[in-house]
C-alpha cells in the first residue's frame, strides 16, 4: 500500500508543477489546479480504509511544491488542510449518496459528481485557502481569492476527474474506440478540428471572450457522440490544457493586473466547465440508451430462445384458453400450432386430472404437478407442469413449463421392479442361507450329542466304576477321580455348545418359553439383576423365524454380559393383531451408535430383523445404557416377509 501512496505522492508533485507551468508568471494562484482532480478520482477508486495514507502523501507533495514557489511554511499548512477538507469531503459524499466506485455510466453518477465533488466541497475548501492567503497578508480580497481557487479546483475536478474514472474503468470498450482505421481517421480528424478551432479561437480572436467560441461546441459533441464518455473526457482535458496554456503563457489576451486577469482565468473556468457538460452530458445519456437497449435485445433474445429451444415445452394461456406454444409442446402433443391455439387446456387434460386442473387455472396455483395429457391420436404422455402469472400489458396471462415425464418414470418403475426383484432374490438367499446355518448347527448340535456326549458318559461311568471297585490300588484312584471331574466338566461344556448351535429349547418349550429360559439363564450365570415379561407368541412366528428371533435376543443378551458392564438388564416381548414389540435395555456404559454399527453382531441382528419384516431400532450414547426395540409383523407361522424392512 505504501508503495501506491509514494506513487501518487510523486505524481501529485509533478501534476502540480505541471499545473504552475499552465498559470501566469508571478500570479498567486493556479488557475488549474489538476491535483485536485488527481487526488479526488483517487480516492474515489480507492478503499475507504486506505484514504489516510493518500492523505499523508498529499503533505510532502505540497509542502515541496510550495517551498519552491517560496511559500512560507505556515501558509503550506493552511493549503494542505484546505485540500485534504475539499477531497476528503467531496471523494466522502460522492461514495456515500452517489456510488461505491463511480464509472460515469449514468447521469446520475455525473450530477452527483458535480454536486458533491465538484461544487459543494470545494467552496468549503476555498473558504480555508481564501482565509489563509489574507490572513497572512498575500492577498487583499477574501471574494477574489475565494473565486479564484474554486474556479481552480471546479475546474480540476470536472475535467480530469472524470478523465480518470473513465479511462481507469473496464476496458472493454477500448477497442471499439479505434476498432478501424475509419475510426481512427475520424478520431484525427476530429483532434484537427478541434485544434483549427482553438488556433482561431486563442490566438486569431479575443480569446474566450470571443462570440466565436461557440465554434468549438460541434467538436465537443462530436466527441461525445462518437467517442463516448472515454472521448469526451479525453477531448475535454486536451482543450483544458490548450486553453490554460494560451491564456498563461502564449498570448495573453488581458493587460497585467490582479482583477482582470482573475475575471478572465474565472471566464476560462466557466467555459471549460461548460464545455465539460456539452461533450459528457450526450455521451453518458447516448451510452445509458445504448446499454438499455441492449439489455432489452439480449432479454428478448433470451426468453425466446428459452422458450423455442428449452427442452420443456412452454404454453402462454388466459382463462384457461391457450394463446401460445412453443415447438416443443407441439412435439409432445402431436399437433399443428394452428390446430392447438385457442384450445381450452382442459380439454387436453386426461379425464381423472380435468377437475384438478381447473381448479388451479381459478385460484392461479403454480406448485409442480403430475399428470396426464391426451394426444391427438388419443394417447396419453404423463408431464410434469409448473405455472406462473404475468403481466402481458393489461392482460394477466398463465404460463405453464411442461416436462414429458413418461420415458423417465418408465425407467423409474423399471428401476424399482428390479431394485425390488434384487431385494427379494437377496433377501431368499440369505434366508436359505440363515436356514442351511441353523439346519447344520442343528446337525452338528445333534452328533455332538449323541456321539462325543455317549463317549464322554461311557468315560466318566468307566472310572466311576473303577472307583467304586475295591481291588482298585490307592496310587489309581487320584487319577480316577481327576478322569472323573473333568469327564464331567467336558459333558457340561458339551452341553452348553451343543445348546448355543441349537436351541433345543425351541422344540420343546417353544418360542415364549425358550426366552424365558434364555434369560433366566443368563441372569443366573453372570449375577446381573434381570427383569422379564414375555406374552405367548408361540402361534405367532414360523419355526424359522421364532428362530432368527431367539437368535437376535442371544446375541443382544451375549453382548450385554461381555461388553456392557450393566447391573441389570431387561427383556419384554409384547404382541398384538399385527405385530410383536420386543425391547432389550440394559444400564450399562452404552456406545456411540455410529461407530458400532460396523460389528458382526449387529450387522447380524439387523440382517436377521430384515428378513423377518420388522423395523431395527437402536439407541444408545457413552454412559446412558443400550436399548433395542424391535417390531415384528405377526405372520401366524406363515413364511417371513422376505420383503425387507
Not at 24 to 42: C, E, R
Not at 77 to 87: D, I, K
Not at 431 to 456: K, M, V
Amino acid at each position: 500500500m505504501w508503495q501506491r501512496a509514494v506513487s501518487f505522492g510523486i505524481a501529485y508533485f509533478f501534476i502540480a508543477l505541471g499545473a504552475k507551468h499552465l498559470s501566469q508568471p508571478h500570479w498567486t494562484f493556479v488557475s488549474f489546479w489538476m491535483p485536485a482532480g488527481l487526488s479526488v478520482a483517487v480516492l474515489l477508486l480507492s478503499r475507504t480504509r486506505d484514504w489516510p495514507w493518500f492523505l499523508l502523501a498529499i503533505l510532502p507533495a505540497n509542502l515541496l511544491f510550495d517551498v519552491l514557489q517560496g511559500t512560507r511554511i505556515p501558509i503550506v499548512l493552511g493549503f494542505y488542510c484546505a485540500n485534504v477538507v475539499e477531497y476528503v469531503t467531496g471523494a466522502w459524499l460522492v461514495r456515500t449518496f452517489v456510488a461505491e466506485r463511480p464509472e460515469l455510466k449514468t447521469l446520475k453518477e455525473f450530477i452527483g459528481l458535480i454536486a458533491f465533488a465538484a461544487l459543494g466541497n470545494t467552496m468549503l475548501g476555498a473558504i480555508i485557502g481564501a482565509a489563509t492567503l489574507v490572513f497572512f497578508g498575500v492577498s487583499h480580497s477574501f471574494m477574489v481569492s475565494w473565486e479564484t481557487w474554486w474556479g481552480s479546483n471546479v475546474m480540476a475536478i470536472l475535467v480530469v476527474t472524470p478523465f480518470i474514472l473513465a479511462w481507469c474503468g473496464p476496458w472493454n470498450g477500448w477497442r471499439r474506440l479505434f476498432d478501424s482505421p475509419k475510426r481512427i481517421a475520424e478520431a484525427l480528424l476530429l483532434l484537427a478540428g478541434l485544434a483549427v478551432s482553438l488556433w482561431n479561437l486563442l490566438v486569431n480572436d479575443q480569446g474566450v471572450m470571443s462570440p466565436s467560441r461557440i465554434f468549438v461546441i460541434p467538436f465537443l459533441l462530436w466527441s461525445g457522440l462518437r467517442f463516448g464518455i472515454r472521448g469526451a473526457t479525453a477531448v475535454c482535458l486536451i482543450m483544458a490544457l490548450v486553453m490554460s496554456f494560451f491564456s498563461a503563457k502564449a498570448f495573453p489576451p488581458v493587460e497585467p493586473g490582479p482583477n482582470s486577469l482573475g475575471q478572465y482565468i474565472f471566464i476560462v473556468q466557466a467555459v471549460l466547465g461548460m464545455a465539460t457538460f456539452i461533450a459528457l452530458i450526450p455521451a453518458i445519456a447516448l451510452a445509458e440508451r445504448d446499454r438499455m437497449m441492449t439489455r432489452l435485445g439480449e432479454r428478448e433474445e433470451h426468453y425466446r430462445i428459452l422458450t423455442e429451444a428449452a427442452f420443456e415445452g412452454v404454453a402462454i394461456s388466459e382463462n384457461g384458453r391457450l394463446l401460445d406454444v412453443n415447438d416443443e409442446i407441439l412435439k409432445m402433443l402431436g399437433y399443428e400450432r394452428e390446430e392447438i391455439i385457442g384450445h381450452q387446456i382442459v380439454d387436453l387434460v386426461a379425464p381423472e386430472s380435468r377437475n384438478i386442473i381447473a381448479e388451479r387455472i381459478r385460484t392461479q396455483t403454480g406448485d409442480i404437478l403430475e399428470h396426464r395429457l391426451v394426444r391427438k391420436d388419443g394417447s396419453f404422455i404423463l408431464v410434469e407442469a409448473r405455472s406462473r402469472t404475468a403481466r402481458l400489458g393489461e392482460r394477466t396471462v398463465r404460463m405453464t413449463a411442461l416436462r414429458d415425464i413418461t420415458a423417465r418414470k418408465k425407467v423409474e418403475q423399471e428401476r424399482e421392479e428390479a431394485v425390488a426383484r434384487e431385494q427379494k432374490a437377496r433377501a431368499e438367499y440369505t434366508l436359505q442361507l440363515i436356514a442351511s446355518q441353523e439346519a447344520e448347527r442343528e446337525r452338528i448340535a445333534g452328533e455332538l450329542h449323541d456321539s462325543l456326549g455317549q463317549n464322554l458318559s461311557v468315560i466318566k461311568n468307566q472310572a466311576q466304576l473303577l472307583l467304586l471297585r475295591n481291588e482298585t490300588p490307592p496310587e489309581a484312584r487320584a487319577p480316577l477321580e481327576a478322569i472323573s471331574d473333568t469327564t464331567s466338566v467336558a459333558i457340561a461344556d458339551l452341553r452348553r455348545i451343543s445348546q448355543d448351535l441349537h436351541p433345543y429349547q425351541l422344540d420343546h418349550l417353544g418360542l415364549t418359553g425358550a426366552l424365558d429360559a434364555l434369560v433366566e439363564s443368563a441372569g443366573s450365570a453372570s449375577g446381573i439383576a434381570f427383569r422379564k415379561r414375555f406374552e405367548p407368541v408361540d402361534d405367532a412366528f414360523s419355526r424359522e423365524a421364532a428362530a432368527s428371533l431367539y437368535r437376535i435376543v442371544q446375541e443382544a443378551i451375549n453382548n450385554i454380559l461381555k461388553y456392557s458392564g450393566a447391573q441389570n438388564f431387561g427383556v419384554t416381548l409384547e404382541r398384538d393383531l399385527r405385530e410383536a414389540l420386543l425391547v432389550i435395555e440394559d444400564d450399562g456404559q452404552g456406545f456411540n451408535v455410529s461407530e458400532a454399527r460396523a460389528g458382526m453382531g449387529l450387522k447380524n441382528m439387523a440382517e436377521r430383523a430384515r428378513i423377518l419384516g420388522g423395523r431395527l431400532k437402536l439407541d444408545s450414547s457413552p454412559g446412558r445404557g443400550v436399548r433395542i426395540e424391535l417390531a415384528i409383523p405377526v405372520s401366524s407361522k406363515e413364511a417371513p416377509n422376505n420383503n425387507g424392512a
